[in-house]
C-alpha cells in the first residue's frame, strides 16, 4: 500500500542518497534483512512477475509519471539476488532523472563506472539499492558489533542481510574505515577487486593469475593472517615506504576464494612519524 507521506518527501529527492534519507526517516526502525517488497510498495510499486525476456536480470514498467510501476525479475534466480535486483529497479523508478521503463542485465546490476550516461544510471541505481537493503546507520552497529575486521564477517553479513557475498563486500568497502581490500578469486585467476577508500592502489587486475601464496594457504590456516608480499599487490612507487600488508583467505566451493587485504593504518603513521623523526635527528654536515 502506498504511503501518502513517504511519496511526499521522496517527490522532492533527486539523488539516491537524498532518497535513501527520506526512506530511512519514515521506517526508522528497520532491522536486517531489509522487507524490500514492503517498501517498494509503499512507494509506488504494484505487482512483482517473474521475468522471461531472454538476457535480463530485471526490468521496470512506469506510467509516464511513474506514479505506478511493475518490476519483474529474471525466474529462478536466487533469493539475495532477486532482493538486490527489486532494490535496483526501485532505484530507477524513484530517480528522477531516469526513465521509467528499464530492461537491465546481471552485468547491469554490478555497475559501478559513470563513464557513459548508461553506466551512470546502472551505477546510482546500484547504489540505491546498496544503501537501501544494507543502511548506513544499521549496517555500521552491526560491523563495529562484530569486533576486528576479519574475512570471516563478509558471510555473516551477506546472511544477516540477505544480500550476495558480492554485495556485502562492496558495501563494507564503501563504509569501512578499515584500509582494506577485497579480491575475488575463481580457479587461480582474479575475477574482481575491491578496496576501501584509503587503500593504496592495486596492481592485480581482472584476469590476472593470483598470487602464489593465495594458493599455498591450505584449507585450515587461510583466514589466518598472513604477511603478504607488497609486490604481488600494490602499485608503490621507488621512493616511497612500502606498507606492511596482511592477508586472510576465505575458501568457498568450486574453485572460488575471497582475499582480504589489511594494512594497518595506524601502525603505518607511527613508522612514517618515527622515519621522519629520525630524518630530522640526523646530523648534518656542512661541506
Known amino acids: 500500500m502506498k504511503n501518502a507521506a513517504l511519496l511526499k ?41 517473474d521475468l522471461d525476456a531472454q538476457g535480463a536480470a530485471s526490468a521496470l514498467m512506469a506510467d ?23 532494490a535496483h529497479q526501485l532505484g530507477h523508478f524513484l530517480i528522477k532523472a531516469q526513465r521509467g521503463d528499464r530492461h537491465c542485465t ?16 546502472e551505477m546510482q541505481a546500484n547504489r540505491f539499492a546498496a544503501g537501501l537493503l544494507m ?10 558489533d562484530l569486533g576486528k575486521p576479519t574475512v570471516t564477517h563478509l558471510p555473516t553479513i551477506a546472511a544477516a542481510y540477505g544480500v550476495t557475498l558480492e554485495a556485502a563486500v562492496s558495501r563494507y568497502a564503501d ?15 582474479i575475477r574482481f577487486t575491491r578496496p576501501s ?23 585450515d590456516d587461510g583466514t589466518a593472517w598472513a604477511s603478504a608480499d ?17 592477508f586472510q583467505t576465505l575458501r568457498k566451493a ?9 594494512v594497518d593504518a595506524a601502525a603505518e603513521r607511527r613508522a612514517d612519524e618515527e622515519a621522519e623523526k629520525q630524518a630530522n635527528e640526523r646530523p648534518r654536515f656542512g661541506r
Open 106 to 121: 546481471a552485468r547491469d546490476l554490478a555497475e559501478n563506472r559513470r563513464d557513459t550516461p548508461r553506466r551512470k544510471e
Open 9 to 49: 518527501d521522496l517527490a522532492n529527492c533527486a539523488s539516491p542518497e537524498t532518497l535513501l534519507a527520506a526512506i530511512l526517516r519514515h521506517y526508522p526502525q528497520l532491522s536486517a534483512p531489509i522487507d524490500v517488497e514492503a517498501i517498494a510498495r509503499s512507494a509506488g510499486i504494484t505487482e512483482f512477475h
Open 230 to 246: 607488497v609486490r604481488d599487490w600494490l602499485t608503490i612507487a621507488r621512493d616511497v615506504r612500502q606498507p606492511k600488508l596482511a
Open 64 to 86: 509516464i509519471a511513474k506514479t505506478q510501476g511493475i518490476i519483474s525479475t529474471a525466474a529462478g534466480i536466487s533469493a539475495p539476488r532477486r532482493r538486490f535486483a527489486i
Open 135 to 144: 543502511p548506513k546507520p544499521l549496517f555500521a552497529r552491526f560491523v563495529t
Open 197 to 219: 577508500r584509503s587503500f593504496p592502489a592495486l596492481c592485480v587486475r581482472s584476469g590476472d593469475t593470483a598470487p602464489e601464496a593465495v594458493g599455498a594457504a591450505g584449507a
Open 254 to 262: 568450486n574453485g572460488f576464494q575471497l582475499v582480504m587485504l589489511f
Open 175 to 189: 563504509l569501512t574505515q578499515t584500509t582494506c581490500a577485497f579480491v575475488f578469486i575463481k580457479d587461480g585467476t
